[in-house]
């Protein structure tokens, strides 16, 4: 799968940024992420014409932090090391679903976060940009360092999405502190 996803030339970079009430703004990570086979999994059934009959689903629409990143990722990546749960998120400003994810051929279910429509943007003609935010009353006292982007429901499954990791960083661990918001901000170009 690694190589039909270097074939379409997908690609991405993720900044992490603290930012503070002040206005103040400080860059903790910025590197390239690793695109992983879910993303050639949703590609291969959306040319294929299998799986879901709507483009809707096969949009990036969740993500998910963890505290417990792989040492061994890589495309063949699944899974988050520990995602965080409802309870670690302790969050009323972002959506928070219980939904099964797909893991190594069976399914999982997992609290993630929405990604609002308006935290997605075009960026240049062949990438897209997704600022995802941690405000300041999220995920406290929490030592993050890694995060994914889920494929909505790449599948089609009637009555809620199955979604798919398709891109994944690891990153130094940053404890998240309730004196700053942690802004990922993650271009993937096709």
């Known amino acids: 799968m690694g190589r039909f996803i270097e074939e379409l030339g997908v690609s991405g970079y993720l900044e992490i940024w603290k930012e503070y009430s002040d206005g103040e703004r400080e860059l903790v990570h910025s590197d390239h992420n690793t695109i992983v086979s879910g993303m050639g999994v949703g590609l291969a059934l959306l040319f294929g014409g299998l799986g879901s009959d709507t483009i809707d689903n096969f949009q990036i629409k969740y993500f998910e932090v963890g505290e417990d990143a ?34 190594n051929n ?57 979604p798919i990791l398709v891109a994944f960083k690891s990153f130094n661990s940053i404890t998240k502190k309730g004196e700053f918001s942690l802004i990922f901000k993650w271009t993937l170009s096709f």
């Open 70 to 103: 792989p040492t061994d990722f890589g495309v063949s990546t699944y899974t988050l090391g520990d995602e965080l749960t409802r309870a670690q998120y302790n969050t009323s400003s972002v959506a928070i679903f219980n939904l099964p994810q797909y893991k």
């Open 106 to 162: 069976s399914l999982v279910n997992e609290d993630m976060l929405l990604i609002p429509q308006e935290m997605i943007r075009r960026v240049a003609v062949n990438s897209v940009q997704y600022t995802l935010t941690l405000d300041t009353g999220t995920a406290n006292e929490i030592t993050l360092n890694e995060i994914g982007l889920l494929m909505k429901n790449p599948t089609g499954n009637i009555g809620e999405d199955n």
